[in-house]
């Protein structure tokens, strides 16, 4: 009996511990955390990953002849998520705009490693 229960506790605990996990995981280490984009944007370091991932994406995606023009401008930043690893992982869910007016929601994953100035994007989509 006092097996039985020793199992039952461990198994709640176990069961609670992920659900727990699961409610929380914005804030688990290595996890994406969402971000204000007001409040992120604000500062003048994320506004330049921003723009050196965007000439990254109109490159690769020119290149690839997934967009139409090379002059796209940040029309919207709808939403920010961010991932601490070796650096940070910065997600960008943004509108860009070309000169004709064509808008592109793109999201684009990059990762920054600012004591080497390095800025990468890693991924993209256009949704």
Same mark, same amino acid.
């Given at each position: 009996?006092?097996?039985?229960?020793?199992? *039952?506790? +461990?198994?709640?605990?176990?069961?609670?511990? %992920?659900? *727990?996990?699961?409610?929380?995981?914005?804030?688990?280490?290595?996890?994406?955390?969402?971000?204000?984009? !007001?409040?992120?944007?604000?500062?003048?370091?994320?506004?330049?990953? +921003?723009?050196?991932?965007?000439?990254? *994406?109109?490159? !690769?995606?020119?290149?690839?002849?997934?967009?139409?023009?090379?002059?796209?401008?940040?029309?919207?930043?709808?939403?920010?998520?961010?991932?601490?690893?070796?650096?940070?992982?910065?997600? *960008? /869910?943004?509108? +860009?705009?070309? #000169?004709?007016?064509?808008?592109?929601?793109?999201? +684009?994953? #990059?990762?920054?490693?600012?004591?080497?100035?390095? %800025?990468?994007?890693? /991924?993209?989509?256009?949704?």
């Amino acid at each position: 009996m006092k097996t039985i229960l020793s199992l *039952f506790a +461990l198994v709640l605990l176990c069961s609670q511990a %992920v659900s *727990f996990a699961h409610a929380h995981q914005d804030n688990l280490p290595g996890g994406w955390r969402a971000r204000d984009p !007001q409040e992120f944007m604000k500062d003048s370091h994320n506004q330049e990953i +921003l723009e050196k991932a965007k000439q990254q *994406f109109i490159t !690769q995606a020119s290149q690839a002849n997934e967009i139409s023009s090379t002059q796209l401008t940040v029309q919207d930043v709808k939403r920010i998520s961010t991932q601490v690893v070796s650096g940070l992982n910065i997600r *960008f /869910e943004v509108d +860009l705009v070309d #000169v004709n007016g064509k808008v592109y929601d793109v999201t +684009l994953v #990059v990762w920054s490693q600012p004591w080497v100035n390095s %800025v990468k994007l890693t /991924e993209y989509s256009i949704n």
